[in-house]
């Protein structure tokens, strides 16, 4: 892994880059959307940390709190090299904004493609104590217009964050001989205990660790429904609830909650175990809504089997999935439009 940064205290641009091997991809060859999603959060950790340790602040590491919606433009294979370039855009009082892009090269052609780009929150906690969270560097912008652009952005997660928090209280409880193609067929859990490698200077956990489990999950409920290859498409906004500690298992557990002709909306959820002699109960630590479509042996878009919902809650939630996809294709539409005319 190589890495670039500009120069001078703070840098406001960095690059990492990496080529992909076989253990990062799946059987089909394409590169699992949870090793992206970690190359993304270790470049922006590395950004945010860096800079708010630039100025004259107590020492600090950044964490994760928040990843907007991530759409995986194009795949990545096996032996292309991933180009991740990431940016701090905008600063408040306690976190930090960087966005991200994600660009696979072949290296035998020189032909490269723009794969992912990403916005990622970061809030710095001091080495010193956890649980304070210290001042972020204010940085420079070229017009007043980016930093009141910036401030929206920031007032519309906070708000998000909240909503979320809210309403995750859900549990996914196992179904004994399920139907194929219903909820219970193919929900799915992985347990993994938290050790050294997994986290931060901090004893944390990395945000991209996390997120490459969920994806695992996700892929496996995706593949149990389809039965064919399947990639990941999009990501909705990620939200880190709570810390996770060294040494916590970790459940993270996934299921269908939607189904259009060509995608599926998977809901992961990760609870924690905390320490054995620690007095903290059981708690939900991150939630998120992954996309998944179906592909041929060609690469080629299939249909993916209706979702069989039977309870009233599977078709609450059905409904709700029905309604993120619909708002997520209008302003997909209303952006190709808005390009068209320029």
Known sequence: MS?????????????VSRIMRP??????????????????????AIIS??????????????????????DFLSPM?????????????????HSVEVQVNVMSEN????????????????????LKNVNKVVEVPPIQYMHKEQEDEGRKRYEEQKLDRL???QRNGDVILPVINPEPHTVGYSQSSLI???????CTLLGFVHGGVTMKLMDEVAGIVAARHCKTNIVTASVDAINFHEKIKKGSVITISGRMTFTSNKSMEIEVFVDADPFVDEPQERYRAVSAFFTYVSLSKEGKPLPVPQLLTESEEEKRRFEEGKGRYLQTKAKRQAQLQQAARH
């Open 107 to 126: 290296i035998l052609t020189g032909a490269k493609k723009v794969t992912n780009k990403a916005t990622l929150w970061y809030v710095p906690l001091s």
């Open 23 to 44: 253990d990062d991809a799946n059987i089909a060859g394409n590169v699992h959307g949870g090793t992206v999603l970690k190359m993304i959060e270790e470049a922006g």
């Open 192 to 198: 993994h205990l938290v050790g050294p490698s997994d």
């Open 163 to 165: 909503e979320t928090k």
């Open 77 to 93: 294979c096996i032996g292309e090299v991933a180009n991740v370039s990431a940016e701090i855009t905008y600063t408040s009082k």
């Open 3 to 15: 890495e670039r940064g500009a120069a001078g205290p703070g840098p406001a641009t960095i690059q």
């Open 49 to 70: 940390t860096r800079h708010c340790n630039s100025g004259q602040g107590e020492p600090c590491v950044a964490a994760l709190a928040r990843v907007e919606r991530t």
